[in-house]
């Protein structure tokens, strides 16, 4: 479970990000927080990966209060959220399967163990036949695919995707919004930032909206509504 509890981030000396942000998620969710540029989503997601720390109220992850986590905790919570950008952040001269072994080999992960994960987690994300080829040579669509099993290799409990499909066209925009909604049904909390209503409506799953650092709807099977 995923709590915010009157959350306020303030960026000095006059931008109010969030004010006052209760928001509860329970585990195997699939949540879209949408919203117009600056109503605050971006600082959301900053807040839960401990990127941010807010001024005011309480994060909760699974029990685990992560207000104020010490400089130790913070890789411990990263490997338990998942997170994929709207720019891949793919290393070039890496392999789709170098780039998805990187994400386990800076955390100590042994050789056998990644030979082992990874091969699964590109057969998820339909990539397995292109382990071999560099970012390059596939397509937009099959490099977010990858920074999505980089995502997954820890196997987080939640995976956070923010504007996942911003640099992309429609086909491969439903291509990504399918494959997160099979993620979803394996059991992983999904939590998609955007500001694409049509994507948000074609989901129909819960969609909370931020305007101005506040909630201003939260509604189960919801739409956007610009």
């Not at 890789?75 to 990187?102: C, H, M, S, W």
């Not at 066209?169 to 500001?195: M, R």
Request: proline share 4%.
């Amino acid at each position: 479970m995923i709590q915010f509890k009157k959350v306020t981030k303030i960026f000095y000396p006059q931008t109010v990000a969030l004010k006052d942000v209760s928001l509860r998620i329970s585990p195997r969710e699939f949540v879209s927080i949408v919203g117009q540029s600056g109503a605050g989503k971006s600082t959301l997601i900053k807040l839960l990966t401990a990127a941010e720390q807010p001024d005011k109220g309480q994060i909760l992850l699974g029990g685990w209060e992560i207000t104020n986590l010490k400089a130790g905790d913070i890789p411990v919570l990263r490997r338990q959220i998942g997170v994929v950008y709207q720019d891949f952040k793919l290393l070039p001269r890496k392999t789709i399967f170098e780039n998805v072994a990187f994400a386990m080999q800076v955390c100590g992960v042994s050789n056998k163990r990644i030979n082992q994960v990874v091969p699964q987690v590109l057969k998820i994300v339909g990539l397995k036949e292109k382990s071999d080829r560099y970012p390059q040579q596939v397509s937009g669509g099959e490099i977010q695919r990858a920074a999505i099993a980089r995502a997954l290799v820890h196997r987080p409990k939640i995976l956070l995707a923010d504007e996942p499909t911003g640099n992309l066209d429609t086909l491969n925009t439903k291509d990504i919004i399918d494959l997160l909604l099979k993620i979803n049904e394996f059991g992983t909390t999904v939590i998609l930032v955007t500001h694409n209503k049509d994507v948000v409506n074609r989901i129909k799953k819960r969609v909370v909206v931020l305007d101005s650092g506040q909630i201003i709807s939260d509604q189960e099977e919801g739409k956007y509504v610009l």
